[in-house]
């Protein structure tokens, strides 16, 4: 539990730790897009840090970091081919963001910091709590993108072919409210992100700043 | 598409950090000292050059035959690991200098989704061969523009005294999210 726990909080990948950035800031535009791709990179990481802590004590230290990047690459074309038949809507809305999964530093990172050392339960839970992290930033990013850029929340939509079931709702009453459409685009995302860092950072260290 | 303007989008307008994101990591975490950051720069464009017209062939005259074209993204990962490992080992025996200097910065390119995003992004695109290498090279080279202005900025930000919650990545990011709006203004180049 505690190490879940801290993959949420204290060693939260993309608030904490900067890692995972680019699907971040690229996917976030539709709350759909986040949890979609939370989920996946969910999977991959508890999937690859089970393998590689099991295997981790056969691989010479010189070949580590190629190995494993097989190893994630190899569960990620699985990622892509699954997805690629029972959803295709979401596969072209990830576009290359899909295989750079490959990259995205959290896996290769829990993988030497944590997989390589840890046993097999503890880095499967580490997997778990990073996981759930980097999807619950991606959902945060994702809210406030959506709500204030475009006025919408999208839980289902380009799902709705593989589950049959549309919801998309509109948030504020449309006379009122202006979107700000900027936060949709690129620049909105890093500045959301960077904001949001901020509180995060805020309430987490709580009153400990005077340490500094 | 002509090849001025290709190049032209690929440095400027659709700067592949500021509108797609990729190579964020190094981007926000090497970038804060002007020197390691060309340098960083340079190593990912001659990584992105070689590895882009290996992969390229691969892809069309290996890949696409034999039908696996599913096998991209695994086979594209090794070509690059193994073009960092390989440039690595040259620049070490034949330039200890520039190996010093650029040493570090190396083993990352493996991980760095610029890298990768680049290669990706040829195919994906459709590109001819000649397209593919202007492209490449304008978005390595726009990577490394990017980079080098962000980490002046850094070097002064340094300097001044921010807000401790806004401290560090926050402020990097917000001065990201400006830099983008003013790269977007580019259009029409």
């Known amino acids: 539990m505690k190490t879940i726990q801290n993959g949420i909080i204290n060693e939260n990948p993309v608030f904490v730790l900067l890692l995972g950035l680019c699907s971040t800031l690229a996917i976030t535009t539709r709350f759909e897009n986040a949890y979609v791709m939370g989920i ?173 | 598409m002509n090849l001025i303007s290709l190049f032209m989008m690929s440095f400027l307008t659709e700067n592949i950090v500021l509108t797609k994101f990729l190579g964020i990591c190094p981007f926000v975490g090497t970038s804060s000292k002007e020197k390691s950051a060309v340098g960083m720069g340079l190593a990912v464009t001659l990584v992105v050059t070689i590895s882009a017209i290996l992969t390229y062939l691969l892809y069309y005259y290996i890949l696409v035959p034999t039908h696996t074209e599913y096998l991209k993204t695994l086979s594209f990962v090794l070509v690059v690991a193994c073009m960092v490992q390989m440039m690595e080992m040259l620049i070490k025996k034949n330039n200890p200098k520039l190996y010093k200097n650029l040493g570090i910065y190396l083993p990352l390119i493996t991980t760095n989704c610029a890298v990768l995003g680049i290669l990706l992004l040829n195919i994906s695109n459709g590109y001819s061969f000649l397209e593919m290498l202007v492209y490449s090279i304008g978005s390595s080279l726009g990577f490394t523009l990017v980079i080098y202005i962000f980490s002046t900025i850094r070097e002064n930000l340094a300097r001044r005294n921010i807000p401790y919650c806004f401290k560090g990545y926050p402020i990097a990011l917000i001065t990201a999210s400006i830099m983008a709006l003013l790269f977007a203004r580019y259009v029409g180049i």
């Open chain 1, 40 to 212: 996946c990179v969910t999977v991959v990481l508890i999937v690859s840090n089970f393998i590689i802590s099991c295997i981790h004590k056969l691989i010479p230290t010189s070949v580590k970091t190629p190995v494993y990047i097989i190893i994630i690459a190899t569960l990620v074309t699985i990622l892509e081919l699954l997805l690629q038949y029972y959803a295709k809507d979401i596969y072209d809305v990830f576009g290359i963001y899909l295989p750079l999964i490959v990259v995205n530093c959290i896996i290769l990172g829990r993988a030497l910091a944590v997989a390589s050392k840890q046993n097999i339960w503890k880095s499967t839970l580490d997997g778990i709590g990073i996981g759930i992290g980097y999807t619950l930033a991606l959902m945060a990013v994702a809210t406030v993108r959506e709500v204030l850029g475009n006025n919408t929340i999208t839980f289902m939509d380009s799902l709705s072919t593989l589950t049959g079931y549309r919801s998309m709702y509109r948030v504020f009453p449309e006379n009122n409210f202006i979107p700000m459409q900027f936060l949709v685009s690129p620049a909105g995302a890093f500045l959301v992100v960077g904001i949001l860092m901020a509180i995060f950072n805020a309430i987490r260290r709580g009153g400990k700043h005077e340490s500094n």
